[in-house]
T-cell receptor, first 114, second 115 residues
């Protein structure tokens, strides 16, 4: 069964450093998402991406965050200057449609900001 | 702002018995409700969904019930198996306002099924 893959599985960085989290969505999917889960809290929506542009973003997704689909397969989340509170598990997801369509999630990247 | 609420952080059930996981929501614009299951160190995996025009959807051992007037849904697992032990997330989506159908998750309920 096709799956969403994320790299790296763990990322440790110093506060103020830039990080790039990488994702390879399922190949025929058109909608891409980033979610995050801070330890002990719920899974939170960050951003959705369709047709090479952001279609929706949450208030968490401020100017420090950006997403890109640099080629036909990768989907990246960049955090420009990491803060301690960015420490979380970041999940990439993709789907073939919009409302009601189930999302397929990757295994996540655990980001630790020291 | 908790649009989707799972008020029970944990649930323990004996193998073979029924597990009932509950979820409440506040936004009447939600059109679809989904349940995801999550094992440690893995991403959420889709389990079952229901459209707001239905009140029940069944898939094998899993049934989701939707009560729109009460803004409440529940997931029933019968019979429960030890392999069902995981965190279960309720999620909702709707095509309203600027929303493009992104999922709003509850905080999750950790289900433990004891042999």
């Amino acid at each position: 069964e096709p799956e969403v893959t994320q790299t790296p599985s763990h990322q440790v960085t110093q506060m103020g450093q830039e990080v790039i989290l990488r994702c390879v969505p399922i190949s025929n999917h058109l909608y891409f998402y980033w979610y995050r889960q801070i330890l002990g809290q719920k899974v939170e929506f960050l951003v959705s991406f369709y047709n090479n542009e952001i279609s929706e973003k949450s208030e968490i997704f401020d100017d420090q965050f950006s997403v890109e689909r640099p080629d036909g397969s990768n989907f990246t989340l960049k955090i420009r200057s990491t803060k301690l509170e960015d420490s979380a598990m970041y999940f990439c997801a993709s789907s073939s449609g919009t409302v009601g369509e189930k999302l397929f999630f990757g295994s996540g990247t655990q980001l630790s900001v020291l | 702002d908790q649009q989707v609420k799972q008020n029970s952080p944990s649930l323990s059930v004996q193998e073979g018995r029924i597990s009932i996981l509950n979820c409440d929501y506040t936004n009447s614009m939600f059109d679809y409700f989904l349940w995801y299951k999550k094992y440690p160190a893995e991403g959420p995996t889709f389990l079952i969904s229901i459209s707001s025009i239905k009140d029940k959807n069944e898939d094998g051992r899993f049934t989701v019930f939707l009560n729109k007037s009460a803004k409440h849904l529940s997931l029933h697992i019968v019979p429960s198996q030890p392999g069902d032990s995981a965190v279960y997330f309720c999620a909702a989506s709707g095509n309203y306002g600027g929303s493009q159908g992104n999922l709003i998750f509850g905080k999750g309920t950790k289900l433990s099924v004891k042999p």
